[in-house]
C-alpha cells in the first residue's frame, strides 16, 4: 500500500496563490505518472494536470498559463504550483499516482480543499 499525503489547501482570495505538496511513501519513479484532480461538489473528478516519469506535462486547458505541476525525485514529492486563483478553482484537490505496469494498482491521497473566494 502506498499512501499519498497532501499538503497545502486553505482559503486564499481570487488572484492570489497556493501551493500544494504531495509525498509518497514509495519513491514516485516507480509510477508511470503522478497527477492532480480535483473534484467540485456536484461535479466530476476532473484531471488538474499530470507529470510523467520523464518530466513531460500535460495541464488541463482550464488552468493552463497559471497552474505548473513539477516533481522531486530525491524527496518523492509532487507539486501544483496555483496562480491567479480563482473562484472556480474551489475543489478538493487530489493527489494520484498512475501505476506503471498493468498489473499495478493506481493510489489516490485523501484529498485537500482549495477555497477562492470572490
Known amino acids: 500500500q502506498v499512501q499519498l499525503v497532501e499538503r497545502g489547501g486553505g482559503l486564499v482570495q481570487a488572484g492570489g496563490s497556493l501551493r500544494l505538496s504531495c509525498a509518497a511513501s514509495r519513491s514516485i519513479s516507480s509510477f508511470n505518472s503522478m497527477g492532480w484532480y480535483r473534484q467540485a461538489p456536484g461535479s466530476q473528478r476532473e484531471l488538474v494536470a499530470r507529470i510523467s516519469r520523464e518530466g513531460s506535462r500535460n495541464y488541463a486547458d482550464s488552468v493552463k498559463g497559471r497552474f505548473t505541476i513539477s516533481r522531486d525525485n530525491a524527496k518523492d514529492t509532487v507539486y501544483l504550483q496555483m496562480n491567479s486563483l480563482k473562484p472556480e478553482d474551489t475543489a478538493v484537490y487530489y493527489c494520484?499516482?498512475?501505476?506503471?505496469?498493468?498489473?499495478?494498482?493506481?493510489?489516490w491521497g485523501q484529498g485537500t480543499q482549495v477555497t477562492v473566494s470572490s
Open positions: 494520484h499516482a498512475e501505476a506503471l505496469r498493468p498489473y499495478e494498482y493506481d493510489f
